[in-house]
C-alpha cells in the first residue's frame, strides 16, 4: 500500500474512531486496492455483529472517506 495514502485514509479514520468508541466499537485498516479504489477495514469490538455496523460503514466510515479522498469508490468489511 502507497504509504501517502495509508496516512490519508487513517487520518480519515482517526476522526471516525471517537464515534465508535463511544458505543464500545472500533475500526482497522487492512487494505487498499489502488485499481478498485476499495478500502478494506475489520470491525472491532462492538461492531463486531451489530446490525447497525453496515450502516455505520457505508454512511458514515465510506462516505467520510470517499468525501476526503474523491479515488475511494468502496469501504467493504472483511
Known sequence: MDP???TKIEEV?????????MDGGGIELVAYDAEKGIVSV???????????SQITLKM???AALRDAIPSITEVISV
Do not use: H, Y
Request: aromatic content about 0%.
Open 4 to 6: 501517502q495514502m495509508q
Open 13 to 21: 479514520l482517526t476522526m471516525i474512531r471517537p464515534a465508535l468508541r
Open 42 to 52: 475489520k470491525m472491532q469490538g462492538a461492531c463486531v455483529g451489530c446490525p447497525m
Open 60 to 62: 458514515g466510515v465510506e
